[in-house]
């Protein structure tokens, strides 16, 4: 008697040669089915729903991938954080030990059939409208030009420039680092990011996993002409409990001298990008060093302003931070013109004065953001820690509906139409 055919399962696996770990995958997942340990991020098959939210923001092309797999004989969690490398597709011979013909297998990937969640319901999920396509008008990004499955795995920088750009404190230090390619040829655009090998090893002796930085320089240079960029970094001094900690990546990147060198590979991002036409708006809210692909966008638009030959729409910048001690950018940022660029900071512990957050001074701002949301050519960008998105997402709900708009409708044409980009980690 013929036994019926176990089910063939498509399995969700994220690539751990060209993963640079940022983190995006995890923040990004509406139901927690990815999470990490201290060598890879790996995909829970039982949890895991084909939502497919995941695959938009990742840098790397890492997260898409899948294997066509027995359901009995899915990879565990232990197997994928063991792995340098993904293993190849089960052969037929392979599947048809299990009783799976190949030909049963599903396509690759799979289609989302997963609902998503109203934002009036109790269970907001801000990540619904993160559109996964830029602006119509944004440049052709160039991406994965150099890494472990490219014709080069890294390019070498020299680093041309290291400052501080916060006061010195206890618990944070951040730079603004500039690396030189040289006649080298590595095409980048606002809104993108590269990432860094550190040098040496790791606790299992293995090289360390490159990690991401977003570019805070525009498209011709952080010198205008120059074969350059520059990047925000912050390191962390102090954990929760006041005890030193040196990371690896950013306390190496923060200690560089000027003619070191760095492995560089990348360039990540094709979506995060800001519109080119001329009457575009731009709202960009960010934290920390969230700033970076804000000062990019920023800068690229000063430089066209005073060419003279770029009639600009409008830049709304919401920034926040501890305190302006910890604002990189903040003395620069005070400098800019008023009818250029309009500014508001928020500040979260300032002594003697209430928190607020970006989302506060968001709502203090509604009658403008109102106007700019009703407006077909305004284009959004959220940058800084997770748990800030959900709470700027729900204040534009919010604004939108107040002034009469139906969000719903709004939010899904934000998304279809590239305007509504959320980077957290």
Not at 112 to 135: E, I, K, L, M, R
Not at 378 to 407: P, Q, R, Y
Request: with cysteine; aromatic share 8%; net charge negative.
């Amino acid at each position: 008697m013929e036994t019926a055919s176990p089910e063939v399962f498509q399995q969700h696996l994220i690539d751990p040669e060209i993963c640079i770990r940022c983190n995006t995958c995890e923040a990004t997942c509406p139901v927690d089915a990815i999470t990490h340990d201290a060598s890879n991020y790996v995909v829970d098959a039982t949890k895991c729903n084909f939502c497919l939210a995941c695959v938009p923001p990742c840098p790397t092309g890492s997260i898409d991938n899948w294997r066509h797999m027995p359901r009995q004989r899915v990879y565990s969690l232990e197997e994928q954080f063991g792995w340098e490398e993904l293993p190849p597709e089960l052969s037929a011979g392979q599947l048809a030990e299990w009783g799976v013909t190949a030909e049963a297998a599903p396509a690759t990937p799979p289609t989302n059939t997963a609902s998503t969640t109203s934002a009036d319901t109790d269970t907001f999920n801000s990540g619904q409208y993160n559109a996964s396509v830029p602006p119509w008008s944004a440049a052709h990004p160039y991406t994965n030009l150099f890494g472990p499955k490219s014709a080069q795995p890294y390019i070498t920088a020299t680093v041309a420039g290291n400052v501080r750009v916060t006061d010195v404190g206890h618990q944070y230090d951040t730079h603004h680092i500039v690396l030189d390619f040289g006649t080298q040829t590595f095409p980048v655009l606002e809104g993108q990011s590269i990432g860094i090998i550190p040098p040496g090893t790791d606790a299992k002796g293995k090289p360390h996993h490159a990690r991401q930085y977003s570019i805070a320089s525009p498209r011709n240079g952080e010198r205008p002409g120059y074969n350059n960029i520059s990047l925000t970094i912050k390191r962390v001094l102090e954990d929760h409990d006041g005890k030193p900690v040196r990371g690896v990546a950013s306390n190496y990147m923060c200690d560089l001298k000027v003619g070191d060198k760095v492995q560089v590979i990348g360039p990540f991002g094709s979506t995060f990008l800001m519109p080119n036409h001329p009457h575009s708006n731009i709202v960009m809210i960010c934290t920390g060093t969230g700033s970076a692909p804000m000062r990019a966008m920023t800068e690229w638009r000063r430089r066209l302003r005073n060419s003279g030959k770029f009639e600009s729409g409008k830049l709304m910048l919401f920034f926040g931070a501890r305190t302006p001690q910890e604002l990189p950018y903040f003395g620069p940022l005070q400098k800019l013109p008023k009818d250029f660029i309009d500014i508001n900071f928020a500040f979260s512990r300032i002594p003697e004065q209430p928190k607020r957050y970006v989302q506060d001074v968001m709502r203090e701002r509604a009658a403008d953001l109102s106007l700019l949301l009703q407006d077909p050519n305004t284009s959004i960008f959220v940058c800084g820690l997770k748990s800030m998105e959900e709470g700027v997402v729900k204040t534009l709900h919010d604004i939108a509906n107040h002034a009469g708009l139906n969000w719903d409708k709004l939010g899904a044409e934000l998304k279809q139409q590239g305007r509504l980009h959320l980077e957290t980690y």
